[in-house]
């Protein structure tokens, strides 16, 4: 039994090919430049949280990046 696939909003097939296509040919030091890189946004940083947490921290980065201005956790 064949399952279909379900995209997020925004993605398709064609979309996820490029993506694996990139990952799957890029090498290793191409890898870790992209790694570095990501290091290196301003106006971002990088936090470890107990798993637990990620739930309550993604609906407020969604509240966030939709302009909500009500930043309140209901979970």
Known sequence: ????NVFPPG????RVAKVLEHYETQTEDEA???????FEL??????????????IIRELLAKYNAGSSDLTITG
């Open 1 to 4: 039994m064949m399952n279909k």
């Open 11 to 14: 993605w398709d097939e064609g």
């Open 32 to 38: 870790v430049a992209e790694d570095e890189a990501a």
């Open 42 to 55: 301003s106006g971002q940083t990088l936090i470890e949280v107990p798993l637990e947490l990620v739930p």
